[in-house]
């Protein structure tokens, strides 16, 4: 017996070691959990008119500094206990990145639509060379193309080639005036370093992004936007987001800086604090050439080498709107009502808990915008004191919604159901439903859709496909 349970051992383990698979140039189907971790030995391509799908487990592990070109579809969605990570062998040279859409010598390719992450951790990635646009977007570059992040993890990436920008990301002439598609919801950015300009992220001429639930954590860059870099932006909205310990080096905006031209930035129920432009002014924001609203804010202990240590607003080509607020007042062009300056007295700052504590004077003193709160008001800043944050997650086996795809109906059952919102690829509310278990589509076009669904004090979110 002992005999055959060290052979049957040994089978196992040598199936194991033989479950991985070798990968390079064009790329669809499937890479399967089973056959993980995937390991990269050349540059990948996605053809256009094809989709790769990539199951939640598996690792994709490159060998050496290649990097995979997004012309087809790429959908990587892991689940909270099964994540997808994108790694690389050497963590010091790291590997080349996921391009959506890729412009050689000028002339643009984007991908044939949107990409979906979820769960997904990109680690290691980074820039190469002295070429556009392989010097921007260490683990991720949109160009001219769109996707969604949900729950992923971007940390220990560079653009540090040439005049790296995006650490971690790189977008341009993403979404449409139309309505959002490129979106980041409940995602951490950590220790991710920008050579140039934005220690996580820079956009370009990019309309209606929506950067919510997110963290921003101990990010840099040498020349602006220690977390993110703007450059002639339309509408870009961050809500209940977290910017703690980003910074820039030699210039201005410790965690956010914006140049090019008609910029416009909405922050709702944001935490910005800690940051630091060691070089320049506006350890928060430097804001030049547009517009920032701020409403909800906890705007907090930043500094920077000159005055403005909180917001810095171009005097001859920005301005600002701040209502509701904890923070202290731009010099110029800022007008807004109802804000305090105090310590806003978060559970641990020390220790990185910006929580609010019982006795913060932020509590209670927001107003409502549409977010859900406890008590007489909303309070400032991205954590409602009281408020459970667990999220009742969508790959729970116990939570079902079908058919999917769906004709006519579909069914949530099992559930004492609050509310049921129902939003398009563009974040556009479309439907909405209280109390109900069965929710009629049958109204809507052909499409992806997303259903936001309130449970008690969760928060469920689903996909589904309407035919």
Not at 202 to 213: A, R, Y
């Amino acid at each position: 017996m002992k005999r055959l349970y060290g052979i049957t051992l040994l089978l196992f383990t040598t199936i194991n070691l033989f479950s991985q698979t070798d990968v390079s140039g064009n790329q669809s189907g499937t890479w399967t959990t089973a056959n993980s971790p995937y390991n990269v030995t050349g540059n990948i391509t996605i053809p256009s008119g094809e989709t790769l799908t990539i199951e939640s487990g598996v690792t994709v592990n490159f060998q050496g500094h290649y990097k995979i070109t997004v012309l087809g579809i790429l959908s990587a969605e892991g689940t909270k206990n099964d994540g997808i990570i994108f790694t690389a062998d050497n963590h010091t040279t790291g590997w080349g990145g996921i391009s959506l859409g890729q412009s050689v010598s000028g002339n643009v390719t984007p991908a044939d639509g949107v990409s979906y992450f979820s769960y997904c951790n990109f680690e290691y990635g980074k820039t190469s060379g002295d070429e556009y646009p392989d010097t921007h977007g260490g683990a991720v570059r949109m160009i001219n193309s769109d996707a969604v992040f949900e729950n992923c993890v971007f940390s220990n990436n560079s653009s540090v080639g040439g005049e790296g920008m995006g650490g971690a990301v790189y977008a341009i002439n993403t979404g449409s005036a139309a309505g959002a598609v490129t979106k980041f919801t409940d995602c951490e950015f950590t220790n991710n370093t920008g050579y140039s300009e934005g220690g996580a992220i820079k956009f370009t001429s990019d309309f209606n992004t929506e950067i919510t639930g997110c963290k921003f954590i101990n990010n840099t860059t040498n020349y602006g936007g220690g977390a993110i870099m703007f450059y002639s932006v339309v509408d870009t909205k961050m809500i209940k987001c977290l910017f703690a310990g980003n910074s820039t080096i030699y210039d201005n905006g410790g965690a956010f800086k914006t140049l090019g031209s008609d910029n416009s930035l909405f922050f709702k129920n944001c935490t910005i604090v800690g940051n630091e432009a060691s070089g320049g002014s506006g350890g928060a924001l430097a804001l030049y050439y547009g517009s920032a609203d701020f409403v909800n804010c906890i705007v907090y202990d930043n500094v920077s080498q000159y005055d403005d240590d909180n917001v810095y607003i171009d005097a001859g080509t920005g301005t600002g709107t701040v209502n509701y607020c904890n923070m202290i007042m731009p010099d110029y062009n800022t007008t807004g009502a109802n804000n305090m300056e105090t310590d806003p007295l978060f559970a641990d700052a020390a220790g990185g808990d910006y929580h609010l504590s019982e006795n913060s004077p932020c509590i209670n003193a927001g107003t409502d915008i549409g977010l859900e709160y406890v008590g007489d008001a909303p309070d400032m800043g991205c954590y409602e004191y009281g408020m459970s944050e667990s999220i009742y997650s969508s790959e729970n086996n116990d939570f079902v919604i079908y058919p999917n795809p769906a004709n006519e109906y579909v069914e949530i059952p099992g559930f004492n159901i609050d509310e049921t919102v129902v939003f398009d690829l563009s974040g556009r509310e479309i439907l909405k439903e209280k109390g109900k278990n069965i929710i009629n589509v049958s109204g809507l076009f052909p499409g992806i859709y997303f259903m936001k669904i309130k449970i008690k004090d969760n928060i469920i979110s689903k996909k589904f496909i309407k035919e």
